[in-house]
């Protein structure tokens, strides 16, 4: 129409985060230089985060070692129970229809800077995979470029799928389809790709308008405490995820079970993964609907090697 404003322009396409060559010369310096600060450094300790608060783990400090060198103490996880999943749970319910109400330029923005940080911060991040999770160079780097592409990747999604869509033309009607968060999510994420998988399992969720919980790996929970600052580096709001660290087996566990869980995401081992598929099929009384999970399982394939 005449004296319109023009249109917004589309979103720019998406374009994979470029990893390290370290063929290169001076590539490996910047890695070469974390790697040596993270090694002089004083272990530090990564609280939980509930609600927004650093919180002390009820189960006491946890440390994370280099598997090459199992004396080297890398730094110290809180250790969450079960009784601190209660009010990471209720402050995820209480966040969420808020964080769903907000404008999706608002929760895709948030994604935009976290990738921005992390490659910001790729060197100290790559450092801490090699150190934490005993990747070589390459492949942590490229766990690295893999969850800034996440983040990317679900904004444009996230934009693309905004608006509602039509689905068919009755006369009279106006029928149309859109997307609405689910809820409250679990996401329990595995050492192998401790970065990335976290990354991807999380950000989707949130900038669809979810809340979440985070329960990395063991492992790597210094990784999984990384991450989660440089999200609330990024802006997301309090409350709207949630950082307990601690053992799958009581408080990944205790995180499934609860009915005000609406969702898990999971990334292991078939028999983890089938025992949460199986617990969280059992509806109790008092859940809010039927749990939805999402299960990437499996292990390792065999590999044949000959004298060539």
């Known amino acids: 129409?005449?004296?319109?404003?023009?249109?917004?322009?589309?979103?720019?396409?998406?374009?994979?985060?470029?990893?390290?060559?370290?063929?290169?010369?001076?590539?490996?310096?910047?890695?070469?230089?974390?790697?040596?600060?993270?090694?002089?450094?004083?272990?530090?300790?990564?609280?939980?985060?509930?609600?927004?608060r650093a919180v002390a783990?009820?189960?006491?400090?946890?440390?994370?070692?280099?598997?090459?060198?199992?004396?080297?103490?890398?730094?110290?996880?809180?250790?969450?129970?079960?009784?601190?999943?209660?009010?990471?749970v209720i402050a995820a319910r209480a966040a969420q229809p808020r964080w769903e109400a907000a404008p999706i330029s608002v929760r895709t923005a948030i994604l935009r800077r976290l990738a921005d940080r992390m490659e910001a911060r790729r060197a100290p991040l790559t450092a801490l995979?090699?150190?934490?999770?005993?990747?070589?160079?390459?492949?942590?780097?490229?766990?690295?470029?893999?969850?800034?592409?996440?983040?990317?990747?679900?904004?444009?999604?996230?934009?693309?799928?905004?608006?509602?869509?039509?689905?068919?033309?009755?006369?009279?009607?106006?029928?149309?389809?859109?997307?609405?968060?689910?809820?409250?999510?679990?996401?329990?994420?595995?050492?192998?790709?401790?970065?990335?998988?976290?990354c991807g399992m999380t950000t989707a969720p949130l900038v669809a308008g979810n809340t979440v919980i985070l329960k990395p790996a063991e492992q790597t929970s210094l990784l999984g405490a990384e991450f989660f600052a440089l999200l609330e580096e990024a802006g997301?709001?309090?409350?709207?995820?949630?950082?307990?660290?601690?053992?799958?087996?009581?408080?990944?566990?205790?995180?499934?079970?609860?009915?005000e869980v609406d969702f898990i995401a999971f990334t292991g081992s078939r028999p983890v993964g089938t025992s949460i598929y199986e617990t969280a099929g059992r509806t109790s009384a008092s859940s809010r609907g039927l749990k939805k999970v999402i299960c990437e399982m499996g292990g390792k394939n065999a590999l044949i090697l000959d004298e060539t």
Not at 80 to 85: E, L, M, S
């Open 129 to 198: 995979e090699i150190l934490e999770a005993g990747k070589p160079w390459a492949e942590a780097d490229a766990d690295v470029s893999e969850a800034i592409d996440f983040c990317r990747y679900y904004a444009l999604e996230m934009e693309r799928r905004a608006a509602p869509r039509l689905t068919q033309k009755v006369p009279g009607e106006r029928n149309e389809s859109s997307f609405l968060a689910r809820g409250v999510g679990v996401v329990i994420a595995p050492w192998n790709f401790p970065l990335a998988i976290l």
């Open 236 to 259: 997301l709001p309090p409350g709207v995820a949630h950082l307990l660290t601690g053992p799958g087996e009581t408080v990944g566990a205790a995180l499934v079970e609860h009915p």
């Open 57 to 88: 783990g009820g189960g006491g400090w946890q440390g994370s070692v280099n598997p090459a060198q199992p004396e080297q103490v890398l730094g110290h996880w809180a250790v969450a129970t079960v009784a601190q999943v209660e009010p990471a």
């Open 1 to 52: 129409a005449a004296g319109a404003p023009p249109a917004a322009p589309p979103p720019p396409g998406f374009v994979n985060a470029a990893s390290t060559d370290f063929t290169r010369p001076g590539a490996a310096a910047p890695l070469q230089e974390a790697l040596t600060a993270l090694q002089n450094a004083s272990p530090a300790e990564w609280p939980l985060r509930i609600n927004g």
